[in-house]
């Protein structure tokens, strides 16, 4: 069966940094790129990261350009979420999830597999 697992979220203190993991169970890696979107409370999904299938491209949201870094580890199926320098706003609930277009990789829409979601809280 495939699916995606995050791990990782928590509550940690503005300024801090913190390390999502998604676990990819899909049969070929190689075939995905991988987004992480977020969703805050009353607010639409929204793209974060996403990086290409042979993790050599990436592309983020510009509010977390130079503070969150992706990367991919396909021998382990694994893709990474970095976050440093966390504020209040980067609270929300945050999702991996897998795609096969990297033209459309900030469309929720196009992304065909995702994770239930890992929570992270930056308390203001």
């Known amino acids: 069966q495939e699916k995606l697992m995050e791990s990782g979220g928590g509550s940690v203190q503005a300024g801090a940094s913190l390390r999502l993991s998604c676990a990819v169970s899909?049969?070929?890696?190689?075939?995905?790129?991988v987004g992480w979107f977020r969703q805050a409370p009353g607010k639409e999904r929204e793209f974060v990261a996403t990086i290409s299938s042979g993790g050599g491209g990436t592309d983020f949201t510009s509010s977390v350009k130079g503070r969150f870094f992706i990367s991919r580890d396909n021998a382990k199926k694994m893709v990474y979420l970095r976050m440093t320098s966390l504020k209040p706003e980067d609270t929300a609930v945050y999702y991996c999830a897998a795609g096969r277009v990297w033209a459309q990789r900030w469309k929720v829409e196009d992304y065909e597999l995702w994770g239930q979601g890992t929570q992270v809280t930056v308390p203001s």
């Open positions: 899909v049969g070929t890696i190689d075939d995905y790129i």
